[in-house]
Structure formats: C-alpha cells, structure tokens
C-alpha cells in the first residue's frame, strides 16, 4: 500500500527511498506538502470506505450461511448458538453475590421526592 509511504514522505522521514519517493510524487503529480495532506486524507478516507464495505460483506455472508443452515438443519443452527456462549471460569462468591445485591436492593429512596427536586 502507498499511504504508509505517502505519511513517511510527508514526515520528511528518510526510509523511504528516493527511487520511491520521486516515482510516488509523480505517480500522483504531488509538487506542494497540501496536495500531499489532501490526498493522505483521500486515501484514508477510501481505505475507510472498503473497510466498511468488507464489515458489510461478511455480516451478509454469515445472514446468508446463517438462513441456509436454518432452512437445511434447524437443530444444528440453534447448536451454534449455545456454542457461542462464554464460559465463566472465576465465578464470584455466594457471599459475594449476597452482598453486591444487598447494596444495591437495600438503599431506599422515593421516586417522588427525586422528581420534586
């Protein structure tokens, strides 16, 4: 990819070669640092872009493996989702539990009187 090149150009940093360097600038007739920065941004902005188009596809992807497994093999679709749940491995106390809900359950307050405030 050219834009990590392209930042290094505009960081005036010396990896990147000079052969590089020149055919860069001139493969994009790059002649003052703003032109630079605009077309840094442009190009982030389409790596954005075909980022996002890439997160679409695979949701799509995983929509349409997901409607044909239903359709084909209902208990195995509905297998993949008990799968999917995380174990939990350092499970707190009972007393613990006891207690964190005893905080919170045992603090009385009136709604009424918050809404007069």
Known sequence: MELPALV???RDNRKVMNIKRT????KYNIER????DQLIEELEQ???A???RLS???KRQNQYYQNKL???DCKKFYNRFRQTYPSVNNAPGKEELENFWREIYGKKFNIMERRAE
């Open 23 to 26: 055919r860069l600038l001139k």
């Open 33 to 36: 640092t703003e032109e630079l």
């Open 46 to 48: 389409k790596v954005s």
């Open 70 to 72: 239903f359709r084909t």
């Open 8 to 10: 290094e150009i505009r």
């Open 56 to 58: 679409r596809y695979r």
């Open 50 to 52: 075909k980022a996002l």
